[in-house]
């Protein structure tokens, strides 16, 4: 079945570092893939998305490529904030189908100190 | 309106209680997802709704039971629920006909269920 595998975390940055978080995925067909960010005590918002090979998502000076020969889809940002301080779920959804399940890698903890 | 509201943002219940949980969204979205998530853990998927239809069941136990009165809203109703089932509960939802440039999923704050 269809799989989303993330970096271990958690990952613990100063503000104005690079950060990357690695996304890799398992999946038949062109899946759909999203970067999810989940702030303390709050829902999910959709950071950013591509829908088909060599497709750049980009938000909030976040950026990921989807992948196709290398099945993955690794989250950058050139200079991170304190604001930046939460948890990244990749995800992807199954190729063909255009609502359903989400599939969630296991989540990364970014902590950004002053 | 881009926002997915689910009520009530907190809720204590006995294990003998019936309950409620709503969700709400005027986006015009047509399908709406229930979701389970534990503390550290990514959200799992409970229920979906296609058009007012309950698409897909992930062998969810029958001590939730949801429901999708109108294209609007969503539902999720609790009875005799285990101290186990303490979670966040996040409804989302989506068009079910995409583009390119749509089909993200639009999620809400969450209602945070402890069951004693």
């Known amino acids: 079945g269809d799989s989303v595998t993330q970096m271990e975390g958690p990952v613990t940055l100063s503000e104005e570092a690079f950060l990357t978080i690695n996304c890799t995925y398992t999946?038949?067909?062109?899946?759909?893939l999203f970067w999810y960010v989940q702030y303390p005590g709050e829902g999910l918002q959709l950071l950013l998305k591509?829908?088909?090979?060599?497709d750049k998502g980009s938000n909030k000076g976040f950026e990921a490529t989807y992948r196709k020969e290398t099945t993955s889809f690794h989250l950058e940002k050139g200079s991170v904030q304190v604001s930046d301080s939460a948890v990244y779920f990749c995800?992807?959804?199954?190729?063909?189908?255009?609502?359903?399940?989400?599939?969630f890698g296991q989540g990364t903890i970014l902590t950004v100190h002053p | 309106d881009t926002e997915v509201t689910q009520t009530p943002k907190h809720l204590v219940m006995g294990m003998t209680n019936k309950k409620s949980l709503k969700c709400e969204q005027h986006?015009?979205?047509?399908?709406m997802y229930w979701y389970k998530q534990k503390a550290k853990k990514p959200p799992e998927l409970m229920f979906v709704?296609?058009?007012?239809?309950?698409?897909i069941n992930e062998s969810v136990p029958s001590r939730f039971s949801p429901e999708c009165p109108n294209s609007s809203l969503l539902n999720l109703h609790l009875h005799a629920l285990q101290p186990e089932d303490s979670a966040l509960y996040l409804c989302?939802?989506?068009?079910?006909?995409?583009?390119?440039?749509?089909?993200?999923?639009?999620f809400g704050s969450g209602t945070r269920l402890t069951v004693v």
């Open positions: 989302a939802s989506s068009q079910v006909r995409t583009t390119g440039r749509t089909g993200g999923y639009t």
């Open positions: 591509a829908t088909k090979a060599d």
């Open positions: 999946a038949t067909g062109y899946p759909s």
């Open positions: 986006m015009g979205h047509r399908a």
């Open positions: 995800a992807l959804r199954a190729g063909g189908t255009s609502y359903g399940k989400l599939t």
């Open positions: 709704y296609s058009y007012e239809k309950l698409s």
